[in-house]
């Protein structure tokens, strides 16, 4: 099983962009997944994550920098999750990862991690 984080680039500030994490392999649950994010110098921050909820629906919180601004979705039938970023400030610049922790049936529950995208918004 195997994350990619897409959708990276270097824009201006109050643009947007769509990052994507798609899973491939043979994942029979996504239990979670979340969008991290790591500035030069800086420990690494959760920006935004869903934990699927079940019959109770799934449960999105985001970090107070982001809120109003970024918006996670997943698309269920392909096990992708998306960042939609809008209003992109300076301060945004990270390499953001996605990270999912998905079931299959020969690890059980774990967490996989995927390579990072670089986001750059510039003056």
């Known amino acids: 099983v195997q994350l990619q984080a897409s959708g990276g680039g270097l824009v201006q500030p109050g643009e947007s962009l769509r990052l994507s994490c798609t899973t491939s392999?043979?994942?029979?649950?996504?239990?979670?997944g979340g969008w991290y994010r790591q500035a030069p110098g800086k420990q690494r921050e959760l920006v935004a994550s869903i934990s699927i909820g079940g019959g109770r629906g799934d449960r999105i919180t985001y970090a107070d920098s982001v809120k109003g601004r970024f918006t996670l979705s997943r698309d269920a039938a392909t096990d992708t999750f998306h960042l939609q970023m809008n209003n992109l400030k300076p301060e945004d610049t990270a390499v953001y990862y996605c990270?999912?922790?998905?079931?299959?049936?020969?690890?059980?529950?774990?967490?996989?991690w995927g390579r990072g995208t670089q986001v750059t918004v510039f003056s």
């Open positions: 990270s999912a922790n998905l079931y299959t049936y020969a690890t059980g529950s774990k967490d996989y």
């Open positions: 392999g043979r994942v029979i649950a996504f239990n979670a």
